[in-house]
């Protein structure tokens, strides 16, 4: 089973139904993937099920009828166990971006990370979950994909929003801060702390 987010709802992609649902079906053979994605957006749909009966198969036939975006971020701890987290456009994100050309996903994540709020000296402790969350560039609906690490640094200067990409905060939470600014973030942030566990 996979959960992708669309306009923040989940379209899961799924080898199983169960009889009783609440969500709008549609066979990923035949299914046309930008008309569901606009169904999101236009509040057609608030959550939906993408079924195929292999489940091996599903990852595969739903990256071949979309555009697909790699990115990779980080979940960052500094010596005091609060959380780096950015803000940008109204709501709480953790820093994150595309991969350049010949780079490693750990090297995008760091890079993004020392990029998007300026702090360095960062470790990689281990590998996260993925999150997969639709976007539109240049009139087109992609999946992003993004690899997650978790990270550690004792950097205790000033942080610094990179503000060309419209962040504008960069800030140190402990987890009841943190707990606050989930409620205003995105449904796949919220996800990789609910899997997790850690708050």
């Known amino acids: 089973m996979y959960k992708v987010f669309i306009n923040n709802k989940p379209l899961i ?3 199983s139904i169960e009889k009783e649902t609440d969500f709008k079906i549609f066979l990923l053979e035949t299914a046309d993937i930008q008309k569901i994605i606009k169904g999101f957006y236009q509040d057609k749909y608030t959550k ?4 195929h009966p292999d489940e091996s198969q599903l990852y595969k036939k739903f990256k071949e009828k979309i555009t697909v975006n790699k990115a990779a971020g980080g ?9 780096l987290f950015i803000h940008r456009n109204g709501k709480w994100d953790l820093p994150k971006g595309g991969i350049e050309k010949n780079e490693e996903l750990q090297e ?3 890079r993004e990370v020392e990029e998007e709020t300026g702090v360095s000296g ?20 992609r999946l992003k994909i993004t690899h997650w690490y978790l990270m550690k640094t004792n950097y205790n200067g000033v942080l610094q929003p990179q503000t060309e990409e419209g ?3 960069a800030v140190w939470l402990d987890k009841e801060q943190t707990e606050i600014a989930l409620r205003n973030s995105y449904e796949n942030i919220k996800s990789i702390f609910d899997d ?3 708050l």
């Open 13 to 15: 992609l799924t080898d």
């Open 48 to 51: 939906a099920i993408l079924y």
């Open 75 to 83: 979940l960052v701890f500094n010596d005091e166990g609060k959380m």
């Open 108 to 110: 995008t994540a760091i």
């Open 122 to 141: 960062l470790e990689i402790e281990h590998k996260l979950k993925k999150t997969y969350h639709v976007f539109k560039r240049n009139g087109e609906f």
């Open 167 to 169: 962040i504008d905060k």
């Open 196 to 198: 997790e566990d850690l």
